[in-house]
């Protein structure tokens, strides 16, 4: 139910908004928006931009945050740059980073392996941190495809993994792959969080992957407004099976068959900011000026927001 404060608020802001600049007329939007929109940098990634000028292309299209890639901040390192550096530029150019995409085998049966795993993602957490990033991936890589899965065992570990995170401020998201063959569905990732028993687990759907597994997207009915934080967002064409679909499929959010205005609606009526993350690995757009990618896909974004 609205508020009569919240109602006033709505009220004030529209009727000043022919009279204010844009930046604060937008700034007014987004404080009653239940969508932050971001940039995953794998969208521009063909044009290889690197690491600042993702960050500066991002600020300049007008996200409110960017999703960075561990190995793209890990590969900077490197060259011989500074992590308290990035956390200072990344500050000038006021965007958040609302993710970090990582690739660790916290899920496979390997002991050895998940115990390096650990040490690998406990020390991304702690490098992430430092740039202000609250979340980190944790998808179910390294488990071989079509592997049974361990409902109790998998929501055992990812219980683990979010005790680490606790401990460095930087919380993981469950993650599943619609091509993965093991956690390719949403309901399993619903089953591995409940399984986990904690208060933090989350999960990161992707509009591509709810399709690609198999999910559809009435199941974002079953969980409440804590469950989702961010979603990747992208579509798919309709004039190709699920099954024979791949990253490089994907396109613009509104471009291909996904519901979004049902998808949207049903983010918005769990509770809670959303993140909206354009995620897409298409490369026509690669071939494209990468800004001009950027603007796009913001845009498209917005439209499907304002029309819900």
């Known amino acids: 139910m609205f508020t009569r404060r919240f109602l006033l608020k709505c009220s004030a802001a529209a009727a000043l908004a022919p009279l204010i600049p844009n930046a604060i007329n937008a700034s007014l939007i987004n404080s009653i928006s239940p969508f932050r929109f ?17 960050i500066e292309i991002a600020a300049a299209a007008g996200y409110d945050g960017v999703e960075l890639w561990v190995k793209d901040i890990q590969e900077w390192l490197v060259q011989g740059n500074a992590i308290d550096h990035l956390a200072k530029f990344i500050k000038a150019k006021n965007i958040r980073v609302e993710n ?10 390997d002991d050895a392996k998940r115990n390096t795993a650990l040490t690998t993602l ?9 740039l202000g990033c609250k979340r980190i991936a944790a998808p179910p890589a390294g488990v071989p495809k079509e592997q049974a899965l361990d409902i109790i ?26 091509g ?11 089953a591995i969080a409940a ?25 974002l009915n079953l969980v409440n407004g804590k469950a989702i934080d961010i979603i990747h967002m992208n579509d798919y064409p309709a004039d190709k099976p699920a099954n024979e679909q791949t990253d490089a499929d994907r ?37 494209q000026d990468a800004l001009l990618v950027a603007k796009t896909g913001l845009q498209k974004m917005k439209s499907l927001v304002n029309n819900i």
């Open 153 to 178: 065992k998998a929501g055992a570990r990812y219980r683990e993994i979010l005790a680490l995170g606790r401990k460095n401020g930087v919380m993981p998201l469950l993650e599943f792959w619609g």
């Open 38 to 54: 971001c940039l995953n940098t794998s969208t521009i990634s063909g044009q290889k931009p690197g690491l600042l000028h993702s």
């Open 100 to 109: 970090a995409i990582s690739f660790t085998a916290w899920m496979v049966d």
């Open 180 to 190: 993965s063959g093991t956690l390719y569905n949403f309901s399993q990732a619903l």
């Open 122 to 130: 406990q020390s991304e957490m702690q490098l992430v941190s430092v």
């Open 195 to 219: 399984a986990a028993n904690d208060p933090d687990a989350r999960i990161l759907p992707d509009v591509y992957h709810l399709f690609r597994g198999g999910s559809g997207f009435d199941c």
């Open 251 to 287: 396109v613009y959010p509104g471009d291909g068959a996904a519901p979004f205005k049902k998808i949207l609606q049903t983010l918005k009526a769990m509770g809670g900011t959303k993140v909206l993350s354009l995620e897409l690995f298409n490369n026509s757009y690669w071939q």
